[in-house]
């Protein structure tokens, strides 16, 4: 591959290999709500080095986003909103020396191993998320509140939580591997693929209203949101915009298993 866009098929909210689907609690709902599954468009990684010499570790990188993702969007249902996450971008930070110091100490091994643990945290975070802390914000009175404060909590799990997490072995790896030396190096790989990313999560907060006639939008109340974290900051912007076409049909369907 010689572009710097690494194809993400499946990364936005995969809770394991063999669950493709995650709920979570409503305040105003007793009665958890299942995900609805569409086709997204796919989500991009970056590096912001943009040399040639870094394009074998794209690929490498990119091999291990095909061969354990599939194309998937998730809505959530709290009350009367739906989240859906539209886009999800992550910019790796190549000019680290730390993570240039790994890419040339680290065998492939370790770089796809690395990748994998790197992919399996951040969705479990996002899981984290939104099963503990989405019933807590309230969007229709308080959106600029709320958005900001879901911004700084994924931040929290994210990054803030790291490096004690991972100095403490409090992170689980799925499939580690044996070799012990192997098991080290993809270890620090993830560590520095966590420190030197920046994430861009797009999408759409969107109130829904059922009658008669099935499950519709709410003309007008759909708000659009922008949440930036990474290591150092976490913060969220929005505006009041009704869902294109490709993302409002979907979810005006009831929410069904995957």
């Not at 809770?15 to 709902?29: H, M, P, W």
Request: net charge positive; glycine share 4%; aromatic share 12%.
């Amino acid at each position: 591959m010689k572009m710097m866009n690494i194809i993400l098929s499946l990364f936005i909210l995969v809770v394991s290999a063999n669950v493709k689907g995650a709920s979570f609690q409503s305040a105003n709902n007793s009665s958890p709500k299942l995900v609805i599954r569409n086709p997204v468009t796919q989500p991009t990684v970056t590096f912001t080095n943009g040399k040639q010499k870094y394009f074998p570790y794209l690929d490498t990188i990119n091999d291990v986003f095909r061969d354990e993702s599939e194309n998937i969007k998730y809505a959530f249902e709290s009350g009367d909103y739906r989240w859906v996450i539209t886009d999800f971008d992550i910019s790796i930070n190549n000019r680290s020396p730390y993570l240039k110091k790994k890419f040339s100490t680290t065998k492939i091994e370790g770089l796809l191993k690395g990748t994998t643990y790197f992919l399996s945290y951040i969705n479990e975070k996002i899981k984290c998320l939104v099963t503990q802390h989405m019933k807590k914000y309230d969007f229709e009175n308080n959106y600029d509140g709320s958005s900001k404060k879901l911004a700084n909590d994924l931040k929290a799990l994210i990054y803030d939580q790291f490096d004690n997490n991972f100095k403490n072995n409090l992170i689980k790896y799925e499939r580690e591997p044996k070799n012990e030396k192997l098991k080290k190096k993809a270890k620090k790989f993830f560590k520095a693929l966590v420190q030197n990313s920046d994430m861009k999560i797009k999408g759409y907060f969107v109130k829904i209203r059922k009658d008669q006639k099935g499950t519709r939008l709410t003309p007008n109340v759909s708000r659009y949101f922008n949440v930036n974290i990474n290591i150092n900051k976490g913060n969220a912007t929005h505006d009041f915009l009704h869902p294109k076409s490709n993302v409002g049909k979907p979810v005006a369907k009831p929410l069904r298993k995957p």
